[in-house]
């Protein structure tokens, strides 16, 4: 299979990857979604992780938002993993066009890759609501920037909301129209470390014309069966064999 892989991308001019959580996970960023995710909020929030990641519950209970998203979405201490290196590196040598993520840690970028399509935003952007100055994660994370936990701009003292997309919110549109584009223009699209559950994220796959569809993921997706081909391994170990 991985023979197969290669001779794929030799053969290829335009490679989009299309990466979720499990990209992230093997940076030992832990998917929320998961069981055990979800299992700790209702422990220690009694509530689900969709529900405190909405935009009704960031709104009403503020300070509950960010101690939930300080301690579950942050983690500035991770480092790119193999999949990360090794996309920036086919980046460079003009095989992978563009990454399209679901997830919103920026180690793309920080591995060295530069066309990235952010779905879901970045925990590293963070705009004033009132006069949207930027602040960065570390600002966030200062609970001298704090007042109940909830960050306050410095310029105005304005509440700074993280540029993550919310449940409830829509995707940005120039995010999502990129996106569109690079996978429509792709003659491989490379899935990796997701489900392909999530919407309408996973709904982009419809626009792929390319002629090879790859999907590597450690269980079955719904799309299996479409792709021509299926490698059940970590996103990580194949990308750096690759």
């Not at 790119?80 to 090794?86: D, F, K, S, V, Y």
């Not at 590196?89 to 920080?110: C, F, P, S, Y």
């Not at 014309?209 to 996103?235: C, F, M, W």
Request: include cysteine.
């Amino acid at each position: 299979m991985k023979e197969r892989l290669k001779a794929i991308v030799e053969e290829s001019q335009s490679i989009v990857f299309f990466g979720g959580a499990g990209v992230s996970t093997e940076s030992n960023i832990p998917d929320f979604r998961s069981e055990s995710g979800l299992y700790q909020a209702q422990q220690q929030y009694g509530r689900s992780p969709e529900e405190m990641l909405s935009h009704t519950f960031f709104i009403r209970h503020m300070e509950t938002f960010f101690d939930y998203y300080k301690k579950n979405l942050l983690y500035p201490k991770a480092q790119p993993n193999e999949a990360h290196l090794a996309l920036a590196r086919m980046e460079k040598a003009g095989k992978v066009k563009a990454i399209v993520t679901q997830n919103i840690d920026g180690l793309h970028q920080k591995a060295g890759s530069e066309q990235v399509y952010e779905l879901h935003g970045s925990v590293l952007r963070n705009y004033c609501m009132k006069c949207h100055t930027f602040h960065t994660m570390e600002y966030v994370m200062d609970e001298g920037n704090c007042q109940n936990g909830v960050p306050k701009c410095s310029v105005c003292g304005g509440i700074v909301k993280p540029d993550v997309v919310l449940y409830e919110e829509a995707l940005d549109e120039d995010c999502i129209n990129g996106a569109v584009e690079a996978i429509a223009a792709a003659d491989t699209l490379i899935i990796g470390g997701t489900s392909l559950v999530v919407y309408p994220a996973a709904g982009l796959i419809r626009y792929f014309r390319g002629k090879n569809l790859v999907l590597i993921n450690k269980s079955v997706t719904p799309y299996d069966d479409q792709a021509d081909l299926v490698i059940h391994e970590s996103i990580g170990k194949v990308m750096k064999d690759l």
